[in-house]
């Protein structure tokens, strides 16, 4: 009820004219949508039986699972599947990406390799859109802006060190611009820790990168090109935004 006070005084003020007696008042008689399962709590008890594990635990109500995932999908790139143009150069990647996004593939590991603007982001940022939709969260990082948000966190409350951890261990991560990072020996440290702890525990990964794999370190280049963890996918085609044509046309 705290929240709905604060939302409704907060319309109340964005309703005020310049005149201080001009004010927009909001009818009390309008029902404020409250869900019906949870009534407004945000959350359920489980039916089940006495003795249960669950028994007499909260759960997050089902229209906070959707809330959460809407605001997630809010804040990825508008890129689908449904919007990706494949064709003949580009079916491949397309066809490897779909199959991760929708756990049909083989290797935990997916590397879409090419120039730039060949749609690598677009498939990487749909594989979390459809894994989002299926109930697993991923994280989909810039590397370069990863960096800089690992570093910001040296000496504050939540620690690089924390905030590394979070990457390694997130269920599904996508990399994407791997190797346009300043390659410093913080840098190249960081990189190497993520990858390693991933590819031990072959943990679902997508990475995209501009060219080849020939510039990485060998530590790096080692496991990005290791068969039995991963799939390398180079794309070919016309960039979106220059309308170059590289490899295939």
């Given amino acids: 009820m705290d929240r709905l006070k604060s939302l409704r005084n907060l319309f109340l003020r964005a309703g005020q004219r310049k005149r201080r007696d001009e004010v927009v008042a909001f009818s009390p008689q309008v029902p404020v949508p409250v869900c019906p399962e949870c009534g407004g709590s945000g959350f359920t008890l489980l ?3 006495f003795g249960h594990q669950d028994f007499g635990q909260a759960h997050p109500c089902r229209c906070v699972l959707k809330a959460v ?5 809010n804040h990825l790139p508008p890129l689908t599947f449904e919007g990706f143009e494949a064709n003949a150069v580009n079916c491949v990647a397309y066809g490897a990406a779909l199959a991760m996004a929708e756990g049909r593939h083989e290797r ?11 749609g690598k982001t677009h498939l990487a940022v749909a594989v979390l859109r459809v894994r989002a939709e299926a109930g697993q969260m991923g ?3 810039v590397v370069p802006d990863m960096l800089a948000w690992l570093r910001a966190g040296i000496g504050q409350e939540i620690s690089a060190e924390e905030r590394l951890e979070s990457l390694k261990r997130c269920p599904l991560l ?7 990072e300043k390659g410093t020996e913080w840098a190249e440290q960081i990189i190497y820790q993520l990858l390693d702890y991933r590819y031990r525990y072959r943990l679902d990964t ?6 080849s794999l020939s510039a990485f370190p ?3 280049r080692d496991r990005l090109l290791d068969n039995h963890l991963c799939r390398v996918v180079m794309i070919e085609g016309t960039s979106y935004r220059s309308g170059m044509s590289y490899g295939g046309k």
């Fill in 47 to 49: 039916v089940v039986p």
């Fill in 218 to 220: 060998d530590a790096v």
């Fill in 206 to 211: 997508v990475v995209t990168i501009n060219g």
């Fill in 139 to 141: 994280r989909f990082e």
């Fill in 69 to 73: 995932l809407e605001r997630y999908l």
């Fill in 174 to 180: 996508v990399l994407d611009d791997l190797g346009k």
């Fill in 108 to 118: 935990p590991w997916l590397i879409l390799a090419g120039q730039p603007g060949v």
